[in-house]
């Protein structure tokens, strides 16, 4: 299948620092994709380099086969950015028929869009409402509607579970899903480890401008693992120290090893069966995408730089 | 154009249906009307009356003392400095005997100090009762006096300008009337116009809607959108406060005295004059009424409106982009628009001091700067074409105006829109006039 977005040694360089140096990835059709990264990373500045609010200083950008123009792919966009903005005085139903067609759909079939989505989110009785009247979770649920009413091809979320209780969070993750199940691929920018884990087929770890890291997330959690195990046990045993792996941690019937080199995982499992264990479960540990962010940003001066930022 | 059109609606209809407009737009004429009527009735419910006792031992003067509406003049024999108060009189007049070549002195003795125009009237009158008389000691008769005083107060200045070989009724204070008046209009829509295109650029900023639309639509075409959307805004307040203020006047003839409202009629026709004796039929109010219409109709109407139209609209795209440039770049804290607003108002302000000096000489070199300078040329030719093209700006002079103008608005939106479209997405930096110097004129 051919990647629905393709950026390669995308650029852009401020005056003081490089916010977006020589980036390259692809994204597949209907996939969910997670775009990671500390503060200042320079992912907001990517994201407006493919939502073709900023022109890139150097690379290409392929949107479905073709060279991204600003003008005729806007409406195969969807941006919903990290900052949530609407008119406060407008009423929410003018404002999301506005905002529609702006993208370009008709009165009718805007009209038509926005009665859809209000109904599938209960949001029918806030047409003449005005946003000011609105709680922060219930704007941010209408600006995921403004966000993805004019069907795009593209859907970019900055960020989009801050703010929500874990009802509404629940129902636009299931949205997300639905969508992309429908042929939607989505950009999901975010540094909430978990939810990335949860919900991306694909990831793209940022920092100072780079790329780091760039692969699925089982691959990634491959690449970092351990070699870390848990065993469990039927009752509390003492393992005695051995060439083929270390005890970190022997706490309850929970033992935690990290096996060394040289040797797989069952060598663990027949040295524990000779010195007759009990084995009740025998699991890989894989570090969380928490782990690998934090290790990989660590001591990289990435803080020092949110803070200069623009 | 189609997203900037969309634009344009959303601007004017949240405005215009907003409350505040309909109060202001309907409120504004009825405000203007009623000042004016308030301010016709002081001066004439404002003015006291007065009866003054006059003691003249040398009875010559008793002729030229004639009743006016605020005073009357009386002649007892029983009054005195002591008494006149308790007579009903206000004030006491007393005349020494008149001796000739020699200066003498009026005493006035009031309960209650009179204005200066009401004291020289009575002085200019006292003294015209003396000429007169010296005028009947050298032997002139009353009768003769008398039919001299009627005939000479014929002669007024009217001025004409030469256009070729016609030539027209000028009337310089009209002229200075109107230029002030539409250099004052453009001033102020400019003010509240351009302050609103600002607002409305940093609440877009501020609320962080600005990224959503703009990544819908180019950051030029928001800009565009909005300045031209307020622009349409003003028109409409300005016709509808024309329509206004038109009608109720004509309401206000209406409440006219059905005999005047014929007089001012047959006036019209008669282009002024009555047959015989029907200049004397004519009241004052009526001739009044008729002169005014008479002398607004001197101005070359379609000229003033046409060019007010063009530097109305000129004038506040040159200003508007610049207050929307501003707005791009203001945060959260309005105390910033202040400080980057300084530089626009400045030039806004002084355009009007010259305004203000060009209603009355409109030939002067820095009149003719200003008038071609797109800073104040807007206020400044507006003040200059009010006394007529091309008696007091050649068409050449317009013409190059106008055309700066056109090249000037075009150039501060181009500007504005380069430091709009980096201004508007960035947060949490103080923006100097250096930095968005920067913007406007680096590459790409």
């Not at chain 1, 759909?105 to 038509?112: D, F, G, M, P």
């Not at chain 1, 704007?139 to 859907?155: A, D, M, N």
């Not at chain 2, 380069?418 to 406007?440: D, H, N, P, S």
Request: glycine share 8%.
């Amino acid at each position: 299948m051919d990647p629905l977005l393709r950026l390669s040694n995308l650029k852009k360089y401020y005056a003081t620092q490089k916010a977006v140096d020589d980036i390259s990835f692809e994204i597949q059709k209907g996939s969910i994709f997670g775009l990671l990264g500390p503060n200042g990373a320079g992912k907001t500045t990517l994201l407006r380099m493919i939502t073709g609010i900023f022109y890139p200083d150097g690379g290409d950008i392929i949107l479905d086969g073709k060279p991204f123009n600003s003008i005729d792919d806007i409406q195969k966009i969807g941006y919903m950015p990290e900052e949530r903005g609407l008119y406060k005085k407008m009423k929410i139903g003018e404002q999301a028929l506005y905002l529609a067609q702006l993208k370009g759909l008709s009165k009718a079939e805007a009209t038509e869009k926005i009665k859809y989505w209000f109904k599938k989110f209960e949001m029918e009785t806030w047409w003449n409402k005005k946003v000011e009247d609105l709680s922060k979770g219930m704007s941010q649920k209408l600006q995921f509607v403004i966000t993805v009413l004019h069907e795009p091809k593209l859907i970019i979320l900055d960020e989009p579970f801050s703010g929500l209780d874990p009802l509404n969070a629940n129902l636009i993750k299931e949205e997300i899903y639905n969508l992309a199940k429908k042929g939607a691929t989505i950009i999901f920018s975010t540094h909430r480890m978990e939810q990335v884990e949860e919900i991306c087929d694909h990831i793209v770890l940022m920092n100072l401008g780079k790329k780091i890291l760039d692969g699925t997330v089982t691959d990634i959690k491959q690449q970092f693992k351990e070699n870390s195990f848990l065993i469990q046990t039927d009752n509390e045993v003492a393992i005695p120290t051995n060439p083929i792996f270390s005890t970190i941690s022997n706490e309850k019937n929970k033992i935690l090893v990290k096996i060394n080199e040289g040797y797989q995982s069952n060598d663990v499992l027949k040295y524990l069966l000779q010195e007759n264990v009990n084995i009740v479960a025998y699991n890989e540990l894989l570090p969380s995408l928490n782990d690998i962010f934090i290790k990989l940003v660590e001591n990289t001066h990435a803080t020092a730089r949110a803070f200069q930022n623009n | 154009m189609n997203k900037t059109w969309l634009i344009i609606q959303r601007e004017y209809t949240t405005r215009v249906k907003n409350k505040r407009f309909l109060i202001l737009t309907f409120l504004m004429p009825l405000l203007v009307v009623g000042f004016i009527a308030a301010s016709g009735y002081l001066a004439i419910s404002g003015v006291e009356q007065r009866t003054i006792a006059v003691i003249d031992p040398n009875g010559f003067i008793k002729n030229s003392l004639k009743n006016t509406n605020q005073i009357s003049f009386s002649f007892p024999n029983d009054v005195d400095t002591n008494n006149y108060k308790k007579k009903g009189f206000t004030d006491i007049l007393i005349l020494p005997e008149f001796k000739k070549n020699e200066k003498t002195d009026y005493i006035l003795r009031s309960q209650k100090s009179m204005g200066l125009m009401l004291q020289e009237s009575i002085s200019n009158k006292i003294n015209k009762a003396i000429e007169d008389q010296m005028l009947q000691d050298a032997g002139i008769k009353q009768s003769i006096l008398d039919s001299i005083h009627n005939a000479s107060n014929v002669a007024e200045l009217k001025a004409y300008e030469d256009k070729g070989k016609s030539s027209k009724e000028s009337n310089a204070g009209l002229a200075m009337g109107i230029g002030y008046a539409s250099g004052l209009l453009i001033y102020l829509t400019m003010f509240i116009y351009g302050a609103m295109v600002m607002r409305g650029v940093m609440e877009e900023k501020t609320n962080r809607i600005a990224e959503v639309i703009i990544s819908s639509v180019k950051p030029f075409e928001l800009m565009m959108g909005k300045i031209i959307g307020i622009g349409a805004v003003g028109l409409t307040q300005f016709i509808l406060w024309i329509v206004l203020i038109i009608s109720l006047t004509s309401v206000a003839m209406g409440f006219l005295p059905a005999d005047v409202q014929s007089q001012v009629a047959t006036l019209q026709q008669t282009n002024g004059q009555m047959a015989g004796g029907g200049m004397a039929q004519a009241s004052e109010s009526a001739m009044k009424i008729y002169n005014m219409q008479h002398t607004i109709a001197t101005a070359n109407w379609p000229l003033i409106i046409g060019c007010f139209i063009f530097y109305f609209i000129g004038g506040y795209l040159f200003y508007a982009a610049l207050f929307a440039a501003v707005g791009s770049t203001v945060n959260e804290d309005p105390q910033d628009a202040q400080s980057l607003m300084f530089p626009i108002t400045m030039p806004l302000i002084f355009s009007y001091v010259i305004t203000t000096m060009v209603t009355q000489n409109p030939n002067t070199p820095i009149a003719f700067w200003a008038s071609i300078i797109p800073f104040s040329s807007p206020m400044v030719m507006m003040a200059r074409v009010a006394y007529g093209v091309p008696s007091a700006v050649s068409y050449w002079e317009l013409i190059l105006s106008m055309a700066v103008l056109v090249g000037g608005f075009i150039f501060t939106t181009w500007l504005s829109g380069r430091i709009y479209r980096t201004g508007i997405l960035l947060y949490g930096k103080k923006v100097t006039w250096k930095l968005m110097f920067k913007w406007a004129f680096k590459k790409g």
